[in-house]
């Protein structure tokens, strides 16, 4: 039933970021976050920091999209379990490079580039 | 760090092209997709991408340590802004 | 005409980590793939692919009539070379 | 029953091809472009025509390979229809590329770069 509704969080979540109604996937994934930690999911808890990044970032607000990109990263030391970090080196990168300090951007790419032959 | 821009530039241009064609495969594939077929389709678009444009990102760091220099480096940027018109 | 070749290793560059990666794909999926999903799939991985390497491969050929020059054709050609190292 | 026979034969063939058993590949796709053509399934014939194609292309039979994946464009016009057409097109030009022949594989890459964008 909260899984339940989780998924549909997910999912609304990504459809709204899609027709890029950013604030409104920014709730949704907000909503599914919470979700996600009350029934310990770190799978979804990841697409849900991973949308909250995506949100925030379209948005042009860089600094705080960072944060939720990071928190991916974070949930996979937390759980010895690194998907989605790829992705999350290269968007936390991207972030960077769109507030100019390319010094950081660039080492978070070393990052991503030398996961992209990993599975 | 000049090419920077074009690391971040060249990934949105693969994504875009991988979201269009997941995409097409998933509206292909009819509702209820199993999940473990969406995310084999998912992984399948991410992992040609990426090990796709694993060699012109590594060859648009340049580290200074190996024998990778700043000009070669900046040569595959101006190839890769050229041949994927990075620049409009 | 240096770039065919060229043109000749990418694909096949390409082709190497298209299918090892449709491979793995449908080994996820199990047995009993529809077909319809195994065509969505296979197209998945071939447009992708293709729709990649269309700039590249454009960028190699020279046809003369256009603004492209034979030596930003063969610095094109270089650079591929080295981004995916095509000539060992 | 006819259909039975030819959709394992090109399966059959394929898994020879992977295992680089290009003789045995070659006559399973041999069989197959028969009962396709028997069966008047176009589709089906193309397969074989481009598993007959690859099988001697890796056996070094350039010219051989060159005949069958041109009757894949061949079958394309006949039925009006351009699966497999990018395809051949470059399959062909590799073939030309390693007999030497760079301009007219230069001519079968145009068309095949042509078709890159198209599904």
Redesign the interface.
């Known amino acids: 039933p909260k899984k339940h509704e989780l998924i549909s969080r997910l999912k609304t979540g990504k459809n709204f970021l899609r027709n890029q109604e950013l604030e409104k996937a920014f709730m949704e994934f907000k909503t599914a976050l919470e979700l996600a930690q009350n029934l310990k999911d770190p799978t979804e808890e990841k697409k849900a920091a991973r949308g909250l990044g995506a949100s925030l970032q379209r948005q042009g607000k860089y600094r705080e999209a960072i944060k939720y990109h990071s928190m991916v990263l974070a949930i996979s030391q937390r759980e010895g379990e690194d998907s989605g970090n790829?992705e999350a080196y290269?968007a936390i990168?991207?972030c960077y490079?769109e507030l100019g300090d390319?010094?950081r951007?660039?080492k978070f790419?070393?990052k991503?580039?030398s996961r992209?032959?990993t599975? | 760090l000049e090419t920077v821009p074009t690391i971040k530039k060249l990934r949105a241009y693969a994504e875009r092209i991988r979201m269009a064609e997941l995409e097409k495969c998933l509206s292909k594939m009819g509702d209820d997709i199993p999940k473990k077929t969406r995310k084999a389709v998912e992984d399948l678009s991410r992992g040609i991408v990426n090990k796709l444009l694993h060699g012109p990102m590594q060859h648009l760091r340049c580290d200074g340590s190996d024998s990778r220099t700043l000009s070669e480096t900046l040569e595959n940027m101006h190839a890769l802004n050229r041949m994927f018109s990075l620049d409009t």
């Open positions: 790829t290269g990168a991207d490079t390319l010094e951007a660039g790419y070393d991503y580039i992209l032959e599975d």
